[in-house]
């Protein structure tokens, strides 16, 4: 049963596993920038950045992250310690499955709830985004992040992690 819902979000979710996996899985698997670990659970692929062969300016995109989930995919960086890379893959995990429910909706909202804390509130549009606070959440990281515990990231990004 629980195969069979996830087939049905799989095709839900068809529109941007295709773009996805076409114009970015694909090609950095093809340049050897990421590597298939395996499949954690059923239609979803893990990967880790390969610090080796991927080139320079793929793996700089990795400064000050650690990991990405997609739709049907995550992928995490390796070069951290093993407690926190096991959160991390969590966390991306719940990405996943977040994708899985909404679809494609999941983009829309993920932006649209992004703009609003950005214009709307005094929070952080990428902490307290609530697709984000979720993911936390399932990943048994900290769920509220204060101002203070904001990273400045050379006034880039603002940056958490933990
Ligand atoms: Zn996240």
């Not at 996996?21 to 698997?29: A, D, E, G, R």
């Not at 880790?48 to 700089?60: E, G, I, T």
């Not at 991390?88 to 990405?95: I, P």
């Amino acid at each position: 049963m629980k195969k069979a819902i996830r087939v049905l979000q799989f095709i839900w979710l068809l529109p941007a596993t295709f773009l996805l996996w076409f114009f970015y899985v694909l090609p950095l698997m093809f340049i050897g920038a990421i590597r298939l670990i395996g499949y954690p659970e059923f239609l979803i692929a893990e990967f880790s950045v390969d610090k080796n062969k991927s080139p320079d300016w793929y793996y700089k995109l990795w400064v000050g992250w650690s990991g990405y989930g997609g739709p049907c995919f995550f992928i995490s960086n390796p070069s951290v310690e093993p407690d926190y890379n096991a959160r991390v893959k969590r966390h991306e995990l719940e990405h996943c499955y977040q994708q899985f429910r909404l679809g494609v909706f999941f983009y829309l909202y993920y932006v649209l709830a992004y703009l609003w804390l950005l214009a709307f509130t005094k929070k952080h549009p990428y902490i307290d985004n609530p697709l984000e606070v979720a993911a936390r959440k399932a990943a048994g990281q900290s769920v509220t992040v204060s101002r203070s515990e904001w990273i400045d990231n050379n006034g880039k990004r603002i940056l958490w992690r933990k």
